[in-house]
């Protein structure tokens, strides 16, 4: 039990990479909590979004990882927002204040919903470079729980926690899977009421991904083989509203593979995804000898001048 929030990486970052708490709204208590690291100079860096269940840590082996080969990471945890618009309002508004003109997201299940609608919704001044979608979906609808989604703020925290965690695999699996689900549990009891109703609130709310805004946007999609929360029809519906993205199979990862399986999932990340209109698609499996790694800091501006039903609920 807890083998991650003891483990020698864990406490490297957590001793190492400070936690910042920025606000940008006119409501003070919308707090964005964020870890950013890596080289300041690169004004174009990965951020990466969590899911429902997920806070700002869950990605500290991407953190790590990613920062030693020179890439700039931002790993966030966003504070209460009760619909899609407001949440990309509230995003736009921390990219401006740190300063980025563009971004490249990585979204995990809800994360990489809301990645999909910010870019949605700045398409006419685009802020997105790139999107990272793992275990991520398209349209709430598959869901089959619209109805409630305005229902989820009058739930108390132990309720709202048990249909959470309804939907983390159970049954044998091998250890690192096991501390993986350990170590979200740890983070969802982390997260107060409103927390919590808000997420699944934006996670369940009537709303679907528009691609023909955001056909310009490279794409890379990460999904297991093995058992998740997301079905094989939210996994179809993905490969046909991007036909020409990266597709990077893992064999297994559950409903966590950047927890159980970051090392896989950080090869993917390195491997900058080309989503031409012409290009045919790209389908990349684990184990594959042939990527070679194209770093964001090379595909980004920088100081330097350089160019720059389901129930997902997880």
């Known amino acids: 039990?807890?083998?991650?929030?003891?483990?020698?990486?864990?406490?490297?970052?957590?001793?190492?990479?400070?936690?910042?708490?920025?606000?940008?709204?006119?409501?003070?208590?919308?707090?964005?909590?964020?870890?950013?690291?890596?080289?300041?100079?690169?004004?174009?860096?990965?951020?990466?979004?969590?899911?429902?269940?997920?806070?700002?840590?869950?990605?500290?082996?991407?953190?790590?990882?990613?920062?030693?080969?020179?890439?700039?990471?931002?790993?966030?945890?966003?504070?209460?927002?009760?619909?899609?618009?407001?949440?990309?309002?509230?995003?736009?508004?921390?990219?401006?204040?740190?300063?980025?003109?563009?971004?490249?997201?990585?979204?995990?299940?809800?994360?990489?919903?809301?990645?999909?609608?910010?870019?949605?919704?700045?398409?006419?001044?685009?802020?997105?470079?790139?999107?990272?979608?793992?275990?991520?979906?398209?349209?709430?609808?598959?869901?089959?729980?619209?109805?409630?989604?305005?229902?989820?703020?009058?739930?108390?925290?132990?309720?709202?926690?048990?249909?959470?965690?309804?939907?983390?695999?159970?049954?044998?699996?091998d250890p690192k899977m096991a501390d993986g689900i350990d170590f979200m549990v740890d983070r969802l009891e982390s997260l107060n009421q409103s927390e919590l109703a808000s997420r699944l609130t934006l996670n369940c709310q009537n709303s679907y991904v528009e691609p023909h805004k955001i056909k310009d946007v490279a794409v890379t999609i990460i999904d297991v083989f093995d058992q998740s929360a997301l079905s094989l029809e939210a996994k179809e519906e993905m490969y046909k509203l991007y036909p020409n993205a990266r597709r990077a199979h893992l064999k297994t990862g559950g409903n966590f593979p950047y927890l159980c399986r970051s090392a896989e999932v950080n090869l993917y990340i390195q491997v900058t995804p080309h989503a031409g209109a012409g290009n045919a698609s790209r389908c990349f499996h684990c184990r594959s000898a042939s990527l070679i790694p194209f770093f964001f800091r090379f595909t980004c501006g920088s100081s330097t001048g350089r160019d720059s039903p389901p129930s997902v609920l997880t």
């Open 1 to 173: 039990m807890e083998e991650i929030k003891v483990s020698p990486d864990y406490n490297w970052f957590r001793s190492t990479v400070p936690l910042k708490r920025i606000i940008v709204d006119d409501d003070d208590s919308k707090v964005w909590s964020l870890y950013d690291a890596g080289p300041k100079s690169v004004r174009c860096p990965i951020i990466f979004l969590p899911p429902v269940s997920g806070t700002a840590e869950v990605f500290f082996q991407q953190v790590l990882a990613l920062t030693g080969w020179g890439y700039r990471v931002i790993s966030l945890q966003y504070p209460v927002y009760w619909d899609l618009l407001e949440f990309c309002d509230g995003f736009r508004k921390l990219l401006d204040h740190l300063q980025l003109d563009k971004v490249h997201l990585f979204g995990a299940s809800l994360g990489g919903f809301l990645a999909q609608k910010f870019a949605e919704y700045t398409h006419k001044s685009p802020r997105v470079h790139s999107l990272v979608l793992c275990n991520s979906f398209s349209d709430t609808s598959i869901f089959n729980q619209t109805w409630t989604a305005n229902s989820f703020w009058l739930m108390p925290a132990f309720l709202l926690k048990k249909i959470v965690l309804g939907n983390f695999a159970r049954g044998p699996m």
